[in-house]
């Protein structure tokens, strides 16, 4: 039952080339940076990513896409990685956006043995009726379009089948966890880490804090070890070592100021 890997390398030395991997996080909250950058020292490549976001230049799985080891991403959000964008447009990288809900639930689903769902978003939209381009070519044309998906109506809506989501590998980051898996995130970092750790087969999972079985009561954990295959533990300078995508600061105001 003891799932702690010796570190973050051997946690991931057997993904392969070509692997799915699920990763957590949004922009860069709750990000598994240390296995990411631990798959980029491994050297996995032609990787298939399902992350709401791909990180930004320079950090989470942009390091990946910085270096051409991702091939296909399946996402929500492309706007904070402008490495992502060329790459898209320019044909190197195969990219499904889907509505940020559906991800999450098909991420849901797929963890929870549930094949496909049905769902009023993107009901009259490419999403649904197809053409969206998932891989431009080199003269800008579209190479691979989405498909039309199956629609049909429930007490008079119409709602499109969507799809669960699993994939081989799973990177997620918990604020606690114990030796068995089971995991507590913080805050905004639940983000989508509890559903792309459903989604894995082997689900490896970097924690700020382990601690030994018992110690976390049953109506903390957020995620139960049963969805967990791997544990690696952070290091203090690793656990603190978290980025923000805009830092915005301003000169105090002097609005409303009562003077004598």
């Known amino acids: ?15 392969p080339d070509g692997a799915s991997l699920a990763v957590g996080g949004f922009g860069l909250s709750g990000v598994p940076e240390v296995l990411i950058r631990a798959l980029h020292e491994q050297g996995a490549t032609d990787l298939e990513v399902v992350s709401n976001n791909c ?35 320019s044909g190197e990288l195969e990219v499904e956006l889907v509505p940020q809900g559906t991800l999450a639930e098909r991420l849901r689903a797929g963890g929870a043995g549930i094949p496909a769902f049905y769902t009023p978003a993107g009901v009259g939209t490419q999403v649904a009726n197809g053409g969206l381009p998932w891989r431009y070519a080199a003269d800008g044309s579209v190479a691979v379009a989405s498909p039309p998906k199956e ?9 499109v089948l969507e799809h669960g989501l699993t994939t081989d590998f799973a990177f997620v980051r918990a604020w606690r966890g114990d030796r068995h898996g089971n995991l507590v995130f913080r805050r ?13 087969r082997i689900t490896v999972a970097e924690v700020e804090e382990l601690v030994e079985p018992g110690e976390l009561r049953p109506d903390e954990i957020h995620l139960p070890g049963v969805f967990v295959q791997r544990v690696v533990r952070l290091t203090p300078a690793q656990a603190a070592d978290k980025h923000i995508e805009h830092l915005l600061t301003s000169a105090p105001s002097t609005r409303g100021t009562v003077r004598a």
């Open 1 to 15: 039952m003891d799932k702690v890997s010796s570190g973050a390398a051997e946690a991931v030395a057997d993904i």
């Open 55 to 89: 990180g930004v230049d320079g950090r989470g799985l942009g390091i990946l896409l910085a270096v051409g080891r991702i091939t296909r991403v399946t996402g929500s959000y492309v706007g904070e990685n402008k490495e992502f964008a060329r790459q898209y447009l």
């Open 151 to 159: 629609t049909r109506d429930f007490h008079g809506r119409p709602h």
């Open 188 to 200: 905004a970092a639940a983000n989508f880490n509890p559903l792309a750790a459903m989604a894995g």
